[in-house]
């Protein structure tokens, strides 16, 4: 069974950083892409970053510059260190897993940026 499990989510400053962790357990095949989405409060869900097998990485306009996605490809972990944080960024931030016809989500980390 797939676990997709977030962490590193907290309360911090504008201007600050933070690094969310996300970590898959269990056998997943043909990995797409692994990225973060996020949902403000009262928004839709909306992709923050993207990592493709290959290597690539696409990133929402609004967090180009700050954030930074990373995976470590031994352990089916990825990251996301965002620096500059601003209180647009708070949200619900979840991991999500694209393999074959499969997707697998976590079940969220709260990041909030005061002002």
């Known amino acids: 069974q797939v676990q997709v499990v977030e962490s590193g989510g907290g309360l911090v400053q504008a201007g600050e950083s933070l690094t969310l962790s996300c970590a898959a357990s269990g056998t997943i095949f043909r990995i797409n892409s692994m990225g973060w989405y996020r949902q403000p409060p009262g928004k839709q869900r909306e992709l923050v970053a993207g990592l493709t097998s290959g290597g690539n990485a696409n990133y929402a306009d609004s967090v180009k510059g700050r954030f930074t996605i990373s995976r470590d490809n031994g352990k089916n972990t990825i990251y996301l260190q965002m620096n500059s944080l601003k209180p647009e960024d708070t949200a619900v931030y979840y991991c999500?897993?694209?393999?074959?016809?499969?997707?697998?989500w976590g079940q969220g980390t709260q990041v909030t940026v005061s002002s």
């Open positions: 999500n897993i694209k393999a074959g016809r499969l997707e697998y």
